[in-house]
Protein backbone atom coordinates (compact mmCIF):
# COMPACT_ATOMS: atom_id res chain seq x y z
CA UNK A 1 0.00 0.00 0.00
CA UNK A 2 1.28 3.68 -0.79
CA UNK A 3 2.92 5.35 1.84
CA UNK A 4 2.00 9.25 2.61
CA UNK A 5 5.48 10.15 2.69
CA UNK A 6 4.76 13.87 2.35
CA UNK A 7 2.04 14.00 5.57
CA UNK A 8 4.21 11.72 7.43
CA UNK A 9 7.26 14.04 7.01
CA UNK A 10 5.27 17.14 8.15
CA UNK A 11 4.22 15.19 10.84
CA UNK A 12 7.68 14.42 11.78
CA UNK A 13 8.60 17.87 12.15
CA UNK A 14 5.99 19.73 13.13
CA UNK A 15 4.47 17.69 15.65
CA UNK A 16 7.28 14.60 16.58
CA UNK A 17 9.89 16.65 17.28
CA UNK A 18 8.38 18.87 20.20
CA UNK A 19 6.37 15.85 21.76
CA UNK A 20 9.65 14.02 22.02
CA UNK A 21 11.11 16.84 24.79
CA UNK A 22 8.43 16.15 26.95
CA UNK A 23 8.69 12.50 26.92
CA UNK A 24 8.49 11.22 30.57
CA UNK A 25 10.43 8.09 32.21
CA UNK A 26 8.47 5.43 31.42
CA UNK A 27 8.96 6.26 27.40
CA UNK A 28 5.29 7.47 26.82
CA UNK A 29 4.20 11.16 25.62
CA UNK A 30 0.61 12.53 26.00
CA UNK A 31 -0.70 13.94 23.46
CA UNK A 32 -3.28 16.73 24.10
CA UNK A 33 -6.50 15.84 24.54
CA UNK A 34 -7.55 12.12 23.66
CA UNK A 35 -5.28 9.93 21.31
CA UNK A 36 -7.05 9.27 17.97
CA UNK A 37 -8.71 5.67 17.70
CA UNK A 38 -8.96 5.51 21.91
CA UNK A 39 -9.19 1.85 23.27
CA UNK A 40 -9.29 0.50 19.57
CA UNK A 41 -5.30 0.13 18.98
CA UNK A 42 -3.07 -1.59 21.72
CA UNK A 43 0.58 -2.08 20.64
CA UNK A 44 3.94 -3.41 22.13
CA UNK A 45 7.45 -3.05 21.01
CA UNK A 46 10.90 -5.13 20.82
CA UNK A 47 14.37 -5.27 19.61
CA UNK A 48 15.56 -8.92 18.64
CA UNK A 49 18.83 -9.42 16.11
CA UNK A 50 19.06 -6.09 14.47
CA UNK A 51 15.37 -5.90 13.94
CA UNK A 52 12.29 -3.43 15.60
CA UNK A 53 9.38 -5.49 16.50
CA UNK A 54 6.07 -4.30 16.77
CA UNK A 55 3.09 -6.12 17.61
CA UNK A 56 -0.24 -3.76 17.09
CA UNK A 57 -3.46 -4.99 17.81
CA UNK A 58 -6.56 -3.38 16.38
CA UNK A 59 -8.53 -4.68 19.36
CA UNK A 60 -12.30 -2.82 17.38
CA UNK A 61 -14.60 -4.36 14.83
CA UNK A 62 -13.81 -1.69 12.41
CA UNK A 63 -10.87 -1.69 10.24
CA UNK A 64 -8.19 1.32 10.01
CA UNK A 65 -5.60 2.72 8.12
CA UNK A 66 -2.30 3.10 10.21
CA UNK A 67 1.43 4.70 9.50
CA UNK A 68 3.64 2.28 11.77
CA UNK A 69 7.17 4.26 12.30
CA UNK A 70 9.85 3.28 14.23
CA UNK A 71 13.36 5.65 14.23
CA UNK A 72 15.36 8.00 16.32
CA UNK A 73 15.31 11.88 16.58
CA UNK A 74 17.62 13.80 18.75
CA UNK A 75 19.10 17.95 18.66
CA UNK A 76 17.42 18.24 15.21
CA UNK A 77 18.64 15.21 13.37
CA UNK A 78 15.97 11.78 12.66
CA UNK A 79 15.70 8.74 10.81
CA UNK A 80 12.63 7.26 10.56
CA UNK A 81 11.25 3.78 9.00
CA UNK A 82 7.36 4.00 8.71
CA UNK A 83 5.33 1.27 7.00
CA UNK A 84 1.28 2.32 6.45
CA UNK A 85 -0.68 -0.98 7.08
CA UNK A 86 -4.31 -1.53 7.01
CA UNK A 87 -5.39 -3.53 9.97
CA UNK A 88 -9.14 -5.01 10.02
CA UNK A 89 -11.14 -5.53 13.32
CA UNK A 90 -9.91 -8.12 15.77
CA UNK A 91 -6.90 -8.51 14.23
CA UNK A 92 -2.89 -8.80 14.88
CA UNK A 93 0.30 -7.72 12.77
CA UNK A 94 3.45 -7.91 13.86
CA UNK A 95 5.72 -5.30 12.19
CA UNK A 96 9.33 -5.73 11.56
CA UNK A 97 11.90 -2.59 10.99
CA UNK A 98 15.46 -2.62 10.88
CA UNK A 99 17.16 -1.17 13.53
CA UNK A 100 18.51 2.59 11.92
CA UNK A 101 21.68 4.28 13.18
CA UNK A 102 22.10 8.02 12.44
CA UNK A 103 24.57 10.27 14.71
CA UNK A 104 23.45 13.52 15.81
CA UNK A 105 24.76 17.15 15.73
CA UNK A 106 27.42 16.21 18.41
CA UNK A 107 28.94 13.08 16.22
CA UNK A 108 26.92 10.55 18.77
CA UNK A 109 25.56 7.57 17.18
CA UNK A 110 21.83 6.39 17.82
CA UNK A 111 19.82 3.52 16.82
CA UNK A 112 15.80 3.10 16.72
CA UNK A 113 14.64 3.81 19.61
CA UNK A 114 11.09 5.25 19.54
CA UNK A 115 8.03 3.56 17.70
CA UNK A 116 5.03 6.07 16.54
CA UNK A 117 1.28 4.86 15.48
CA UNK A 118 -0.55 6.93 13.80
CA UNK A 119 -3.80 6.98 11.99
CA UNK A 120 -4.81 7.80 9.12
CA UNK A 121 -8.83 7.53 8.89
CA UNK A 122 -10.72 10.40 6.99
CA UNK A 123 -12.32 10.65 9.79
CA UNK A 124 -9.88 10.04 13.31
CA UNK A 125 -6.19 10.97 12.04
CA UNK A 126 -3.21 12.11 14.94
CA UNK A 127 -1.64 9.64 16.97
CA UNK A 128 -2.72 7.25 18.46
CA UNK A 129 0.24 5.73 20.54
CA UNK A 130 3.86 6.35 20.92
CA UNK A 131 6.62 4.80 23.56
CA UNK A 132 10.11 3.65 23.64
CA UNK A 133 11.41 -0.01 21.94
CA UNK A 134 12.31 -2.43 24.65
CA UNK A 135 15.89 -3.78 25.32
CA UNK A 136 17.33 -1.47 22.34
CA UNK A 137 20.37 -2.25 20.89
CA UNK A 138 20.86 -5.33 23.09
CA UNK A 139 21.54 -8.31 21.47
CA UNK A 140 22.20 -10.08 24.85
CA UNK A 141 19.66 -8.35 26.80
CA UNK A 142 19.42 -8.21 30.45
CA UNK A 143 16.06 -8.88 31.04
CA UNK A 144 13.90 -10.62 27.93
CA UNK A 145 10.83 -12.64 27.33
CA UNK A 146 11.18 -15.49 25.29
CA UNK A 147 7.84 -14.21 23.41
CA UNK A 148 6.37 -10.72 23.33
CA UNK A 149 2.95 -12.06 21.90
CA UNK A 150 1.81 -14.57 23.83
CA UNK A 151 -1.34 -16.76 23.06
CA UNK A 152 -3.82 -17.05 26.16
CA UNK A 153 -3.28 -20.57 28.04
CA UNK A 154 0.36 -20.75 27.26
CA UNK A 155 3.30 -19.55 28.93
CA UNK A 156 5.30 -16.44 29.29
CA UNK A 157 8.58 -17.18 30.24
CA UNK A 158 10.53 -14.23 31.90
CA UNK A 159 14.43 -14.48 32.03
CA UNK A 160 16.98 -12.06 34.08
CA UNK A 161 20.48 -12.31 33.51
CA UNK A 162 23.12 -11.25 35.72
CA UNK A 163 26.68 -10.76 34.73
CA UNK A 164 29.38 -11.13 37.31
CA UNK A 165 30.96 -8.04 39.07
CA UNK A 166 32.22 -6.64 42.21
CA UNK A 167 28.72 -5.74 43.69
CA UNK A 168 26.00 -7.78 45.60
CA UNK A 169 22.75 -7.90 43.46
CA UNK A 170 19.01 -7.67 44.73
CA UNK A 171 16.71 -8.97 42.16
CA UNK A 172 12.86 -8.32 43.05
CA UNK A 173 10.62 -9.64 40.07
CA UNK A 174 6.70 -9.35 40.73
CA UNK A 175 4.61 -12.31 41.99
CA UNK A 176 1.15 -11.11 40.14
CA UNK A 177 1.04 -9.54 36.87
CA UNK A 178 -2.38 -8.07 35.25
CA UNK A 179 -3.55 -7.26 32.08
CA UNK A 180 -6.95 -4.99 31.74
CA UNK A 181 -9.24 -8.17 32.75
CA UNK A 182 -6.74 -10.52 33.63
CA UNK A 183 -4.46 -12.21 36.31
CA UNK A 184 -1.44 -14.40 36.32
CA UNK A 185 0.40 -15.86 39.42
CA UNK A 186 4.07 -16.48 38.40
CA UNK A 187 6.28 -19.28 39.20
CA UNK A 188 9.83 -19.57 39.45
CA UNK A 189 11.30 -21.88 36.62
CA UNK A 190 15.03 -22.23 38.03
CA UNK A 191 17.84 -19.88 39.01
CA UNK A 192 21.23 -20.96 37.54
CA UNK A 193 24.74 -19.94 39.38
CA UNK A 194 25.50 -18.64 42.36
CA UNK A 195 21.68 -17.54 42.80
CA UNK A 196 20.06 -17.56 46.46
CA UNK A 197 16.25 -16.89 46.10
CA UNK A 198 14.58 -15.36 49.63
CA UNK A 199 11.92 -16.69 50.76
CA UNK A 200 11.28 -14.98 53.39
CA UNK A 201 13.39 -11.88 55.95
CA UNK A 202 15.64 -13.63 57.39
CA UNK A 203 17.99 -14.08 54.31
CA UNK A 204 17.52 -10.36 53.71
CA UNK A 205 18.44 -9.70 57.45
CA UNK A 206 21.60 -11.10 56.92
CA UNK A 207 23.07 -9.36 53.81
CA UNK A 208 25.77 -6.46 54.59
CA UNK A 209 23.99 -3.91 53.36
CA UNK A 210 22.26 -0.65 55.30
CA UNK A 211 19.13 -1.46 57.70
CA UNK A 212 17.26 1.04 55.84
CA UNK A 213 17.36 -1.16 52.99
CA UNK A 214 16.47 -4.35 54.51
CA UNK A 215 13.48 -2.80 55.42
CA UNK A 216 12.68 -1.47 52.04
CA UNK A 217 13.50 -4.98 50.06
CA UNK A 218 11.67 -6.81 53.22
CA UNK A 219 8.56 -5.01 52.16
CA UNK A 220 8.82 -5.37 48.67
CA UNK A 221 8.89 -9.28 49.11
CA UNK A 222 5.21 -9.36 49.55
CA UNK A 223 4.52 -8.89 46.44
CA UNK A 224 7.83 -9.56 44.82
CA UNK A 225 9.88 -12.97 44.23
CA UNK A 226 13.56 -11.88 45.38
CA UNK A 227 16.86 -13.08 44.48
CA UNK A 228 20.40 -12.74 45.93
CA UNK A 229 23.53 -12.61 43.61
CA UNK A 230 26.68 -12.88 45.32
CA UNK A 231 29.95 -10.41 44.33
CA UNK A 232 31.96 -11.79 41.90
CA UNK A 233 28.80 -14.41 40.84
CA UNK A 234 26.71 -14.65 37.82
CA UNK A 235 23.22 -15.51 37.35
CA UNK A 236 19.86 -16.24 35.17
CA UNK A 237 16.47 -16.40 36.88
CA UNK A 238 13.40 -17.68 35.44
CA UNK A 239 9.83 -16.97 36.01
CA UNK A 240 6.73 -18.49 33.93
CA UNK A 241 3.34 -16.87 34.07
CA UNK A 242 0.45 -18.92 33.02
CA UNK A 243 -1.73 -16.67 30.94
CA UNK A 244 -5.40 -17.17 31.66
CA UNK A 245 -8.16 -17.93 28.96
CA UNK A 246 -9.05 -13.70 28.22
CA UNK A 247 -11.71 -12.95 25.30
CA UNK A 248 -9.59 -10.35 23.41
CA UNK A 249 -6.26 -9.20 23.31
CA UNK A 250 -4.46 -7.52 26.41
CA UNK A 251 -1.06 -5.47 27.10
CA UNK A 252 0.79 -6.97 30.04
CA UNK A 253 3.60 -5.69 32.20
CA UNK A 254 6.07 -7.45 34.63
CA UNK A 255 7.88 -4.88 37.11
CA UNK A 256 11.18 -5.51 38.15
CA UNK A 257 13.28 -3.71 40.88
CA UNK A 258 16.54 -4.00 41.56
CA UNK A 259 19.25 -2.99 44.04
CA UNK A 260 23.15 -2.99 42.96
CA UNK A 261 25.16 -2.60 46.41
CA UNK A 262 29.21 -1.90 45.37
CA UNK A 263 32.09 -2.53 48.00
CA UNK A 264 32.81 1.31 48.24
CA UNK A 265 29.43 0.99 50.23
CA UNK A 266 27.21 2.87 46.21
CA UNK A 267 24.26 2.19 45.47
CA UNK A 268 22.86 1.52 42.21
CA UNK A 269 18.41 1.22 41.90
CA UNK A 270 16.70 0.47 39.17
CA UNK A 271 13.22 -0.83 37.42
CA UNK A 272 13.91 -3.16 34.38
CA UNK A 273 10.67 -4.85 33.40
CA UNK A 274 9.05 -6.16 30.12
CA UNK A 275 6.12 -5.97 28.71
CA UNK A 276 4.60 -7.99 26.25
CA UNK A 277 0.94 -9.01 24.92
CA UNK A 278 -1.26 -11.85 25.18
CA UNK A 279 -4.39 -12.77 22.75
CA UNK A 280 -7.00 -15.59 22.20
CA UNK A 281 -5.47 -17.31 18.94
CA UNK A 282 -9.87 -17.89 18.50
CA UNK A 283 -10.27 -14.11 18.54
CA UNK A 284 -7.30 -13.42 16.48
CA UNK A 285 -4.48 -15.03 14.28
CA UNK A 286 -1.05 -12.79 14.05
CA UNK A 287 0.63 -11.85 10.88
CA UNK A 288 3.87 -11.01 10.33
CA UNK A 289 4.37 -7.85 7.74
CA UNK A 290 7.97 -7.52 6.32
CA UNK A 291 6.79 -5.46 3.05
CA UNK A 292 8.63 -2.62 1.65
CA UNK A 293 10.19 0.33 4.25
CA UNK A 294 9.83 4.13 3.46
CA UNK A 295 13.06 5.88 5.04
CA UNK A 296 12.89 9.23 6.17
CA UNK A 297 16.24 11.04 7.22
CA UNK A 298 15.95 14.46 7.80
CA UNK A 299 18.19 17.20 9.53
CA UNK A 300 15.44 19.55 10.20
CA UNK A 301 14.81 22.46 12.88
CA UNK A 302 14.74 21.99 16.45
CA UNK A 303 11.18 23.28 17.24
CA UNK A 304 11.31 21.95 20.83
CA UNK A 305 11.91 25.96 21.95
Request: hydrophobic share 40%; charged share 25%.
Amino acid sequence: MKIRSANLILFFACFMVPLISQAFAGGQIEPEGPPALAGQIVYTAWYEEQLINVAVANISANSHILTISAGTTDVGTSIYGSREIETSGNSIQIIKFPALKQKNVRGDLRISDRVFIDSNDPDASGLVASGTVQNIGQDNPTAFLEAYVVNSEAKARFNYEINADKSLRIVLIAKIIKGDTSSMTGKVERCWGKCKRDKDAEGIKKLNIPESYKKKIIRLMEDNFCFAVEPGKDATIAVEYKVPPIDRCEIVWIPVHTYDFTPSGGLLASGKGSKFMIYNSNWAKTETIKGDLKIHKNVIEDLSH
